[in-house]
């Protein structure tokens, strides 16, 4: 995933969040109707995106080389952080 992707996937999550919040609700079709509505704002934002940069969101990243690079860096900025100490 690219972090855009990974940006996008986290506003479907928080709108699924807040629309919930606010529905309330309590059935297993009402919970999808929920989900679908966060992830419609998302695929909404995906789309403008797309359209003002003219290219792709989706990319041929996976979530496992996203995490290794984040995994990576952290690991970088505690090396560092400890020597500087």
Do not use: H
């Amino acid at each position: 995933m690219s972090t855009l992707e990974l940006v996008l996937n986290m506003l479907a999550e928080a709108t699924t969040t807040e629309i919930s919040k606010e529905k309330k609700p309590e059935t297993f079709e009402e919970n999808q109707i929920v989900a679908n509505m966060g992830g419609s704002a998302a695929g909404e934002a995906r789309q403008a995106v797309e359209k003002r940069t003219g290219k792709s969101v989706i990319t041929n990243k996976n979530a496992t080389e996203l995490q290794d690079l984040v995994t990576e860096l952290i690991e970088s900025d505690m090396k560092e952080y400890k020597n500087n100490r």
